[in-house]
């Protein structure tokens, strides 16, 4: 029930391509959803966040679609770049808590 | 500067040897938290602090693993009689607010520590 399913685990686009990570849960009891971009060698840094009572958040070139009822959400990156190439983690908490985590989608952007 | 440092930045150890991580939060965050990052893989929990309490340990994977916050800030893991499964990287973040409340809830990571156990 704490799991948080990732895919796909590797990803290639090319620039100016949109760029799509799917991530599903299984704890309704969630309240936030965040994305996590990390580059190697560096802690993951809050890309964008979304709670469950909004279907869609929209920062710049970087959008969360939320699916309640199927317990699913997205990241699509729009117009990747190859400066966008790092892992990006889903992640669901409840109240603040404890994150847990997706196991992560390594994406890299062809110029 | 302003974000959560660690240190250090890197660990080689023998096994069966101690070490010390070393998280500095952000200044006035309340809530602390220690997550192990194996190679390829997310984060996992280890334990969470509010101010100077350990409220959640759950995740520490053995009786090896010691996280302490005394005066509320400043964070130390440590691990004794390391082994070849602690090698990973520990990452520490903070956040403002406190388990529980509404509001942001943004945890705001270090560069994190790389253990690597011979």
């Known amino acids: 029930q704490q799991q948080v399913k990732q895919s796909p685990q590797s990803l290639i686009v090319q620039k100016g391509g949109i760029s799509i990570i799917n991530c599903a849960y299984e704890?309704?009891?969630?309240?936030?959803f965040p994305w996590y971009q990390q580059f190697p060698g560096k802690g993951p840094a809050l890309l964008i966040a979304?709670?469950?009572d909004v279907s869609e958040k929209k920062e710049g070139r970087f959008t969360i679609s939320f699916n309640k009822s199927a317990k699913q959400f997205s990241l699509h990156i729009m117009d990747s770049q190859p400066g966008d190439s790092a892992t990006y983690f889903c992640?669901?908490?409840?109240?603040?808590?404890?994150?847990?985590w997706g196991a992560g989608t390594k994406l890299i952007i062809k110029p | 500067g302003a974000g959560v440092s660690q240190s250090p930045r890197y660990k080689v150890a023998k096994r069966g040897q101690d070490v010390a991580l070393r998280c500095d939060p952000i200044?006035?965050?309340?809530?602390l938290f220690w997550y192990q990052q194996a190679l390829g893989q997310g984060p996992e929990f280890l334990t969470y602090?509010?101010?100077?309490?350990?409220?959640?340990k759950s995740g520490l994977p053995s009786d090896r693993f010691f996280a302490e916050r005394p005066e509320g800030s400043v964070s130390t893991l440590k691990i004794q009689r390391t082994q070849q499964e602690d090698s990973a990287v520990y990452l520490c973040?903070?956040?403002?607010?406190?388990?529980?409340?509404?509001?942001?809830?943004?945890?705001?990571f270090g560069p994190g520590t790389r253990l690597t156990v011979l």
């Open positions: 979304i709670r469950p």
């Open positions: 200044s006035g965050h309340v809530s």
């Open positions: 704890n309704t009891a969630f309240d936030y």
């Open positions: 602090f509010q101010n100077e309490a350990q409220l959640d």
């Open positions: 973040a903070s956040s403002f607010v406190t388990s529980g409340a509404a509001g942001s809830t943004e945890q705001f």
């Open positions: 992640a669901a908490s409840r109240r603040n808590y404890q994150l847990i």
